[in-house]
């Protein structure tokens, strides 16, 4: 990078953080610290929602998920607005009208001690394990632009974090993400506009779109049906997206406790319910327009050269191996070959490339599908503008993972320290060891990062693979907890414990595509806890 793109790149985050210690004034107490004294207005919601969601992951990564793999990745979202006004109905209201800290106080008072501690230790280990992953993406940055080891970047941000939400808690998480979207969604318009600049003079707009398409690439709409028969293994599909996604966000944003905490934070219950709303409308079409740069940037290469592999760091580490002759003899295959536009060829020599990378980096993974788009940007958009895209990604990375760690923290606190440890804190006690809880999750989360490095997945696919395998239980206690009264919580603790196994085992087995893991450990979770009552009832009795 230029020394113009680091000057708006260190200006740009040293505003944010100045920015949001001054609006982080709060009470020094649980109510302050967790939930913003409850006084946020429902776009300051919204936009707390949103950059909850939106982490460094979506930016990084879903544009190069578009560019390997289509537009078809946003039909995942296609059951959020319902999952939205389910959650305003039946979630939201109660949650609010109990003034809970968390959403598993809930279930003790539904069920008993245990299930809410089953629940709420599910929620840690999952947001624990993907928010590390979230630590891992904006490193990815770091490594790339100083040559950095990516354990020593992981480091270096993850400690910025921990310093950055320690010091504020949810006020500073909710206001620095109300200016980290706006420059955000700027910073994403921006490059898509810039792609289609960069391409020849007689290319634009629809001239992209149309030669994305003909590659394949514009699949929005896919129905998961190949030889006359319904896939279930296909990740990404109208069903699985309507469905499977519908679940899957019924369970983040009425269970999650990251997602929980943010519509906490809302002065009232319409307002908490405005901000879910106008995030069921605005999620869908933002996501469609981070994902089209990436079916952008796969036109731009179609006249510009692409690199053989996108990772510039991991090449640097293979060439100091033996097998340098070996990739260096590829890469002028494919430099005479790409003028002759034979794309089966050149997917071949990017394999054979990979190939060799496992080789020369054994133990390492050669998917570079999450350098794509960063590659793109600092390789070909003009000074200045590469500091403020890079800026994007790393504000992206700084409220998604300080809700987290605020909401894990906040769990701990809540549902475990007060409970089992010291129920009798003072509020200034409180306070102090939220903090302290917050940087205990902040040190575990950058040692999940240190193995994030091999996961063989983009990582807005991870992310969501990790979560569907705890989150369609967490549901279904919940569902259970709602609408089916007669069920006491033995049978529910016990549906919960079998029906995580069976999820583990369905993954294990590949049986069916992750988004569906969502609707199966709901329901397994419902029929075990309705078979499992009577028998209770029964041996009790007795």
């Known amino acids: 990078m230029s020394n113009l793109d680091w000057i708006i790149l260190i200006a740009t985050l040293s505003g944010i953080i100045i920015y949001g210690m001054y609006k982080s004034r709060t009470t020094k107490n649980l109510d302050g610290y967790f939930l913003s004294n409850r006084s946020m207005p429902w776009y300051l919601v919204l936009l707390s929602i949103m950059g909850t969601q939106a982490s460094a992951i979506t930016f990084i990564s879903a544009p190069g998920q578009a560019y390997t793999d289509g537009m078809r990745f946003v039909q995942y979202y296609f059951g959020l607005p319902l999952a939205m006004i389910v959650i305003c109905i039946f979630f939201a209201p109660v949650f609010r009208k109990l003034k809970v800290y968390t959403a598993y106080e809930f279930l003790e008072n539904r069920f008993d001690v245990k299930t809410r501690t089953l629940t709420s230790g599910l929620f840690l280990l999952s947001r624990g394990l993907s928010t590390g992953i979230s630590i891992y993406a904006p490193s ?31 006020k500073a998480v909710a206001y620095t993400q109300q200016l980290q979207l706006i420059i955000i969604i700027g910073g994403m318009f921006l490059a898509g506009y810039l792609v289609v600049r960069l391409m020849p003079a007689n290319i634009g707009f629809t001239d992209a779109l149309k030669l994305a398409g003909g590659q394949g690439k514009m699949n929005i709409i896919t129905t998961g049906v190949t ?12 069903w699985s997206g309507v469905i499977g996604g519908f679940f899957l966000a019924l369970s983040y944003f009425g269970t999650d406790q990251s997602q929980v905490g943010r519509y906490l934070t809302a002065k009232s219950d319409r307002e908490s319910k405005v901000g879910l709303l106008m995030n069921g409308l605005v999620k869908v079409p933002m996501q469609f327009l981070i994902l089209l740069v990436g079916v952008l940037v796969f036109s731009f290469y179609q006249y510009h050269k692409a690199p053989i592999y996108f990772d510039e760091s991991k090449i640097v580490a293979a060439k100091k191996t033996p097998y340098k002759d070996a ?3 590829l890469e002028q295959k494919y430099t005479t070959d790409i003028a002759k536009q034979d794309v089966q060829k050149l997917n071949e020599l990017r394999t054979q490339y990979k190939t060799i990378l496992k080789k020369a980096l054994p133990g390492d993974d050669a998917n570079d599908t999450n350098y794509i788009f960063l590659r793109f940007v600092v390789d070909n958009l003009p000074k200045g503008l590469v500091g403020l895209l890079i800026a994007v990604i790393f504000l992206a990375a700084w409220g998604s993972i300080a809700a987290a760690l605020n909401s894990l923290a906040s769990c701990t606190v809540v549902d475990f320290h007060k409970k089992f440890i010291n129920k009798d804190c003072t509020e200034q006690k409180d306070y102090n060891i939220s903090r302290w809880y917050t940087f205990g999750w902040g040190v575990f989360c950058i040692i999940v990062a240190m193995f994030a490095y091999n996961l063989g997945n983009s990582l807005i696919e991870a992310v969501n693979i990790l979560g569907s395998l705890f989150y369609g239980v967490i549901l279904g206690i919940f569902l259970v907890a709602f609408w089916i009264k007669h069920v006491r919580g033995n049978a529910v603790f016990i549906a919960a414990v079998i029906s995580e196994i069976l999820i583990f085992l369905i993954y294990a087995l590949n049986i069916i595509s992750f988004l569906w ?4 450990g709901a329901f397994l979770v419902i029929v075990l806890s309705l078979l499992l009552q009577p028998i209770l009832s029964f041996s009790k009795k007795n």
Do not use: P, Q, R
């Open 140 to 170: 990815i940055i770091l490594s790339s632009l100083l040559g950095w080891n990516i354990y020593y970047t992981n480091l270096v941000m993850g400690g910025l974090l921990i310093i950055y939400t320690m010091s504020g808690g949810a």
């Open 227 to 238: 030889n006359n028969h319904f896939d279930w293994k296909d990740k990404y599909n109208i």
């Open 327 to 329: 990739l260096v003899e």
């Open 517 to 520: 893991l969502n609707v199966i």
